[in-house]
């Protein structure tokens, strides 16, 4: 199968091919993500998602951020009432154009962000399965590529539960993972090795910003570790996918509960907390 513009997010190339966030979704809840690879449930298209389409959709191009705003237009705008006929942009994007505003001013982000070519699409064998991915902003002549990031708050700590500490985003949300597995579906697709940046941008007034390399030797195993994640978990989620075993259920995420029958009551002492 060959992946276009038009395919990339569709439910035939995820039954292709896996990708850093098809992956995330089996590692969090088995059995919606399958449901999401069989085309049987779509994932909620939340604000955050869709301020962070917004943001990166400025940065693609003029066109790209023009055609995302036509597409999108009611969800962006307030409901209409008898004063505001039309409604008006919501608080979300008025931030979101805050954040354009401030990574526009920064010269390190415009001179390493918009020479890339944008929304690059690789693809390689990662443990023997194919994989996709779609690069930001890549720049083969000078050998790196950036990814764009909106965040809440770069100094969050998330609660990380098996390993009983906090950890900042990137951790959380598998951004070493992201940025390790481009590096190889880019090495695969155009035979380079190219340096990872990301760019982040916060949803605070004034946004914070910040440009983030992935060199240290701390910064370099975190991302071995995340493709030895894949190794070790990898063809456990193939067969379920090809549908020798079946999913689990994590019982708590909106799949689950949206899917979910009343079974055998339940003991008082036995409600899981998490
Ligand atoms: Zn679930």
Same mark, same amino acid.
């Given at each position: 199968?060959? %992946?276009?513009?038009?395919?990339?997010?569709?439910?035939?190339?995820?039954?292709?091919?896996?990708?850093?966030?098809?992956?995330?979704?089996?590692? /969090?809840?088995?059995?919606?993500? =399958?449901?999401?690879?069989?085309?049987?449930?779509? /994932?909620?298209?939340?604000?955050?998602?869709?301020?962070?389409?917004?943001?990166?959709?400025?940065?693609?191009?003029?066109?790209?951020?023009?055609?995302?705003?036509?597409?999108?237009?009611?969800?962006?705008?307030?409901?209409?009432?008898?004063?505001?006929?039309?409604?008006?942009?919501?608080?979300?994007?008025?931030?979101?154009?805050?954040?354009? /505003?401030?990574?526009?001013?920064?010269?390190?982000?415009?001179? =390493?962000?918009?020479?890339?070519?944008?929304?690059?699409?690789?693809?390689?064998?990662?443990?023997?399965?194919?994989?996709?991915?779609?690069?930001?902003? %890549?720049?083969?002549?000078?050998?790196?590529?950036?990814? =764009?990031?909106?965040? !809440?708050?770069?100094?969050?700590?998330?609660?990380?539960?098996?390993?009983?500490?906090?950890?900042?985003?990137?951790?959380?949300?598998?951004?070493?993972?992201?940025?390790?597995?481009?590096?190889?579906?880019?090495?695969?697709?155009? !035979?380079?090795?190219?340096?990872?940046?990301?760019?982040?941008?916060?949803?605070?007034?004034?946004? !914070?910003?910040?440009?983030?390399?992935?060199?240290? !030797?701390?910064? =370099?195993?975190?991302?071995?570790?995340?493709?030895?994640?894949?190794?070790?978990?990898?063809?456990?989620?193939?067969?379920?996918?090809?549908?020798?075993?079946?999913?689990?259920?994590?019982?708590?995420?909106?799949?689950?509960?949206?899917?979910?029958?009343?079974? %055998?009551?339940?003991?008082?002492?036995?409600?899981?907390?998490?």
């Amino acid at each position: 199968m060959k %992946l276009t513009e038009e395919n990339y997010y569709s439910s035939e190339a995820s039954q292709h091919y896996m990708s850093v966030s098809l992956f995330k979704n089996f590692m /969090q809840c088995e059995a919606a993500a =399958l449901a999401t690879v069989k085309g049987e449930w779509k /994932q909620e298209e939340t604000t955050a998602l869709l301020v962070g389409n917004y943001v990166h959709s400025y940065f693609e191009s003029e066109e790209a951020h023009q055609k995302f705003i036509e597409n999108k237009g009611s969800s962006l705008m307030t409901k209409p009432n008898k004063k505001e006929p039309y409604g008006h942009l919501r608080s979300e994007f008025k931030t979101a154009d805050m954040m354009i /505003q401030a990574l526009k001013q920064q010269p390190r982000f415009v001179g =390493l962000y918009k020479p890339g070519q944008k929304e690059v699409i690789v693809t390689g064998n990662i443990y023997g399965y194919p994989w996709k991915g779609k690069i930001d902003s %890549l720049s083969l002549e000078n050998l790196y590529f950036c990814d =764009l990031k909106t965040v !809440d708050d770069f100094h969050k700590g998330h609660w990380q539960k098996s390993s009983r500490q906090y950890e900042n985003f990137i951790a959380n949300r598998g951004y070493f993972m992201q940025m390790s597995v481009y590096v190889e579906l880019i090495k695969q697709t155009f !035979d380079v090795e190219c340096q990872p940046f990301m760019f982040a941008v916060s949803k605070q007034d004034p946004p !914070d910003k910040e440009a983030i390399k992935f060199t240290s !030797d701390e910064a =370099l195993m975190r991302m071995e570790d995340s493709m030895s994640m894949i190794e070790e978990n990898q063809e456990h989620i193939q067969s379920i996918i090809r549908g020798e075993e079946e999913p689990v259920r994590c019982n708590r995420c909106a799949y689950c509960r949206a899917t979910k029958m009343i079974d %055998l009551p339940v003991d008082a002492c036995d409600i899981e907390i998490f």
